[in-house]
DNA sequence: GTCTATAGGCAGATAGAC
DNA sequence: GTCTATCTGCCTATAGAC
């Protein structure tokens, strides 16, 4: 009988998972900020009080979902650059994996990154992976400065707020502007590939 | 008599200008999707219907917020460019102008670039001033070309998208992370300055 | 132009039966 | 783990008296 608790433990998972994705859903529609766990509940095929019995709270909800977005994409990130030497081609690499799990997952996005719900603080715990993205993105440009693709500027503090920017704010455009387009076809995630050369010209090496 | 009507629509239009001006307070603390307008009203005094009678609908608060938005920015960036040369000065003045009031006009900003409430889309007459400020951009850079301080390609459609991309990164990944920051200390609006110095790297003339 | 009263919803969350 | 019932509170919007 000792397999019984397992079975319990693996269907309350399921269902657990079965909530986040629905919550996504709501919140692609609704807006981030408009999720309602009574939405969810109508959708999974239960009364609303019966979700109480998962997650302690509207807040929980969020909490889990942003700590399973910033373990996603960091494992983009790392993924999109592990076929690449280090340097500027893995960074290219890893800024379009990065790029293209944004728009294929853009509600979730819109929580991790731009904070649209007032009042919604992550936990320490589902924070920790965005501390991981920042290093994985640090220790490209130290290996790009090392290989004299870049100027030894670039790994500043300013040079990281910029490169940041870069990509945020195409990203931030082509949501705003043209959400349903391809990654390829889009008027500003084409410029995604070109970010390494574009830093290259901002901080030319010696 | 003929004052009197005058003196009603003086006071109408004052009792407008305040609904619009504690709209914007809501915003600022409740997110900008938050907009409630009984709160609207209890900051106001007044009950919720009799705001009825100055906004057929929440909707028509939005659309009357975002034309004053679009508007005011327009001037800033406008009035940003007056004093400076046409070509890069100028494009590097009213950047500074327009960056300067984003980060003093958060809440309406987000409203105006970032559309962070479903379901509204701002009425014809509400958005005819963006198209104006693209206008001003699109003359700005002309004006550097010719000037020969900018490669012609800077005025392509790849070109423009970029730039917008640039200030939209620099002021999301402001407002996102150090909202309360003065401009000149901004790890991002530091940036804003030097955002033409950029602009001619990516696109040197000749 | 203000109010009261009200319609008709929605939400988050808890208590307690089964 | 599910439910019903309920508390408490919020909202947009309308009708109609004053």
Do not use: C
Not at 65 to 72: S, T
Not at 163 to 175: E, H
């Amino acid at each position: 009988m000792a397999d019984i608790p397992d079975r319990r433990a693996r269907r309350r998972a399921e269902t657990l998972e079965e909530i986040l994705a629905i919550a996504l859903e709501v919140m692609a529609e609704d807006g981030v900020a408009g999720l309602s766990l009574s939405a969810v509940a109508r959708r999974l095929g239960i009364r609303p009080p019966s979700l109480y019995k998962y997650f302690p709270s509207r807040h929980a909800v969020y909490d889990a979902l942003f700590e399973r977005g910033q373990r996603a994409y960091l494992e983009a990130v790392q993924r999109g650059a592990a076929g690449a030497e280090p340097g500027l081609a893995a960074m290219a690499a890893s800024l379009e994996a990065g790029a293209r799990w944004v728009m294929a997952n853009q509600a979730l996005a819109q929580l991790l990154f731009w904070r649209p719900v007032p009042g919604f603080e992550p936990s320490e715990r589902a924070y920790a992976p965005a501390l991981a993205v920042h290093d994985h993105f640090t220790a490209l440009t130290s290996a790009a400065i090392e290989r004299g693709e870049l100027h030894p500027d670039a790994a500043s503090e300013e040079g990281q707020a910029l490169g940041s920017s870069l990509i945020a704010g195409l990203l931030s455009q082509q949501l705003a502007n043209e959400p349903g387009a391809a990654f390829e076809e889009g008027r500003f995630t084409r410029w995604v590939a070109r970010l390494p050369g574009v830093l290259a010209a901002i901080y030319p090496p010696r």
